[in-house]
């Protein structure tokens, strides 16, 4: 799978969201009264991509799976020295 541009990771997080708040026949209404954020922020959301982090996974609570951003950064390395230590050698096959 090719890596995304942040524009385009945003476009498909504000896509899939619209998705799945018409897949319930939510309004921005109703998706605002569940979230708490307000109906003109999904409004923008939908249309330019651009919400707050705070905003985000609170739509993701209510539309979502928001235990997924507990796992983001997991698999990260955790001090310069992990990513600058030099990977065992595998030995060849003879």
Same mark, same amino acid.
Do not use: W
């Given at each position: 799978? $090719?890596? &995304?541009?942040? /524009?385009?990771? %945003?476009?498909?997080?504000? @896509? $899939?969201?619209? #998705?799945?708040?018409?897949?319930?026949?939510?309004?921005?209404?109703r998706?605002?009264? &569940?979230s708490?954020?307000?109906?003109? *922020?999904? #409004?923008k %959301?939908?249309? *330019?991509?651009?919400? =707050?982090?705070?905003?985000?996974?609170?739509?993701?609570?209510?539309?979502?799976?928001? /235990? @997924?951003? *507990?796992?983001?950064?997991? =698999? &990260?390395?955790?001090?310069?020295?992990?990513?600058? @230590?030099? @990977?065992?050698?595998? #030995?060849? #096959?003879?």
């Open positions: 799978m $090719d890596a &995304l541009l942040p /524009s385009e990771a %945003f476009q498909k997080l504000s @896509k $899939d969201f619209r #998705r799945a708040r018409l897949n319930r026949n939510h309004s921005r209404q998706a605002a009264e &569940l708490g954020v307000p109906s003109s *922020t999904i #409004r %959301f939908e249309s *330019t991509s651009k919400i =707050s982090l705070m905003q985000f996974v609170s739509l993701c609570g209510v539309y979502g799976d928001i /235990s @997924k951003f *507990t796992d983001l950064f997991k =698999s &990260l390395p955790h001090s310069i020295e992990e990513i600058e @230590k030099p @990977k065992p050698r595998q #030995r060849g #096959r003879g």
